[in-house]
């Protein structure tokens, strides 16, 4: 299978080009391959932001509250205790 890719120009200050080239060598990238795992890494991160956020706007927090405060169960273990 093959990728379909598109080019770009891409202009960079000359201090962020230098640090990408070197951080790119020290993670044995390419600098375009680099760039491409630092985009595909922050489009995730953003995606995953949107995602909580949605599933946050769907909760129901009187059901929440009801699952939390009802009778029974155990206590919490010591290494789930939050100290104060």
Same mark, same amino acid.
Do not use: W
């Given at each position: 299978?093959?990728? $379909? @890719?598109?080019?770009? /120009?891409?202009?960079? /200050? @000359? !201090?962020?080009?230098?640090?990408?080239?070197?951080? !790119?060598? $020290? %993670?044995?990238? !390419?600098?375009?391959? =680099?760039? @491409? +795992?630092?985009?595909?890494?922050? +489009?995730?991160?953003?995606?995953?932001?949107? =995602? =909580? *956020?949605e #599933?946050? &706007? #769907?909760? %129901? %927090?009187? *059901? =929440?509250? $009801? +699952?939390?405060?009802?009778?029974?169960?155990?206590?919490? $273990? /010591?290494? %789930? &205790? +939050?100290?104060?």
């Amino acid at each position: 299978m093959t990728t $379909r @890719v598109a080019t770009f /120009p891409l202009r960079l /200050p @000359v !201090s962020l080009k230098a640090e990408l080239e070197k951080l !790119s060598k $020290r %993670d044995g990238t !390419s600098m375009n391959q =680099f760039l @491409v +795992i630092a985009a595909a890494e922050k +489009i995730a991160a953003m995606e995953t932001e949107e =995602f =909580f *956020a949605e #599933r946050r &706007r #769907r909760a %129901d %927090d009187e *059901a =929440f509250l $009801r +699952i939390l405060n009802r009778k029974g169960g155990e206590e919490p $273990r /010591p290494e %789930d &205790r +939050i100290e104060e």
